[in-house]
Every structure is written in C-alpha cells, then in structure tokens.
C-alpha cells in the first residue's frame, strides 16, 4: 500500500518537491530540471488545480486507476482533491522536458474566472483522456506558462494577480479549444461511443423494470464505454448537440408518450412506472422537453 501525501497548500508542493515557491497561491515548476526519484511509491492529493505537460514517462503515474504516460507530449489537468499515484520507478531520459503549473482556488477568489472554474469540465476527465498537443499547441500553452513564470520573477505589485489570472485563463481556453479539436479528430472513434450510448439507453428502455432498475445515470453511461462522466458528455455535446444527461432525457420522454399513449394509466403511474419517485418531477421534466403536460400530449393524441 503506497503512501498517501496530502498537499494544502503551494508551500507543501515546495516542500514535497524541494523548490521554494515565489508566490504563496501559484508556483511553476519546469520538469526538465526536476528531480522525480522518490524512495517509495506514494499518492498525493492536493487542494489545488495541477496543470501538466511532459514529453517522457519519469514515473509510473496513476490517475484513479487507470496508468497515464506523458510519452505522447500530453497535457494533464488535475482538480483539486483528486488522487495521483506515482511508482519510484524511474525512466532516465536525456531529453526530457515539460513543465507543471499549479495554482490554489483562493488565487481565483472573488474574480470571474473563479465563478467559471467549474465550466472546464476537462479537469473531471480520467488521464486515459488527456489532451495530445501538437508542436504548435504545445509551444502556445508554453508561452502562457513562460509569461506566468515571468510574472512570477517580478516584485509583486497591484497588478500581479490580474496579469497572472489573465494568463491561467488564457491557457485554460487555449486547453478547451485543443479538446475541441481532439474531439473532431478522433471523430470515428466517437461514432463508436455513440452508438454504444444509444444502444445500452434503448435496451435500459425496452427492458420496461424502470421502476425496480431506476433510469440509467450519466456515470453508468460512462462506465458502459469506458469514459469519465465529463469527458463522455462534453464528447456527446460536441457530436449530437446534447450532452449526456440530455440522451438520456430523450429516451425518458420518448418511453414516456409510448406509455401515455398505449395506456390508460394515470400519470403518477406512468411516473412511478418509469422508476421517478415523485411524479411532479416527471410532469416539469415532460412539459419543459415537450411543451405539454403529460395529460395535455395524451389529450393531443
């Protein structure tokens, strides 16, 4: 069992890796002088955001449970509270190089990026996910690293915090647009978790237990194709136009008018049939999808 280091703070990050940080809430770390033997195999969580890129493999890194190699040259975005493991097997590479930027949500307190921290759902993505940059992505994320760094170097003034916020978004948005591009690239392969999608909801659907077996959830969907919950909807979304929670909503109402339709029961049993547990959630989500109440579309029909 290895074990467990849980770092607070931009301090403790210097202290574990042996820097001494510039700034108490964001540091810059570049890889190409790091030293990452560790004498034990260890697993660390922290209370800050990680963002890294590396061209090689100095450990083997583990993010959950799945293994997670930098050889490709990938960016890997952590959130705070989420478990990295590392082996102390260490891989010597004379060419090695990358760079890690960390920074402490109180960076981003009471600004606007703070508010919209939670949009970047690529930090809630598995490591199998990461994002592969090429040569021009990369050098572009590098130079909003390079200019934190810099920034970093000078005297702290009143415009530190909003030069260097600046830049973290700026790179945040960079990263976003990136996984855009890497979801149209591997676009055939994102056929493939379509159609799984569709499948595994229409057999769920057609097996008619809903109210034993309750409706499916964003997090079964992703486990059925082997993807995070983040990834498998910002995939869908970029693909179909909805996100995942929306599929399954469609395939909900569109059992629902089957039902309503085929049989006279009441809507609280249709509600009740289709594993809701309070049939006004089911009447507000059928109206909002369709723009009629339940008993007005069996009306209709």
Known sequence: MSNIIHLQSIADLGNFAQFKPKHPLVAVV???????????????????????????????????????DFQEGSLMCVAPRQVLSMDNEVQPRDDKMGWGLFFHPDLLRGTALGGEMAEYTFFQYEVSEALHLSDKEKNILHDCVQKIENELQENIDTHSQTLIISNIELLLNYAARYYGRQFITRKKANSGVLSKVEAYLRQHFRKGNLQEAGLPTVNELAEHVHLSASYLSDLLKKETGMHAQDHIHYHLIEEAKNVLISTDHSVSEVAYALGFGYPQYFSKLFKKKTGYSPAEFRNLN
């Open 30 to 68: 570049d890889f190409s002088n790091f030293d990452e033997e560790l004498d034990e195999a260890v697993r660390i969580s922290a209370d800050f955001y990680s963002i890294m890129f590396k061209n090689y493999c100095a450990n083997n890194l583990r993010y959950g449970r799945r293994p997670f």
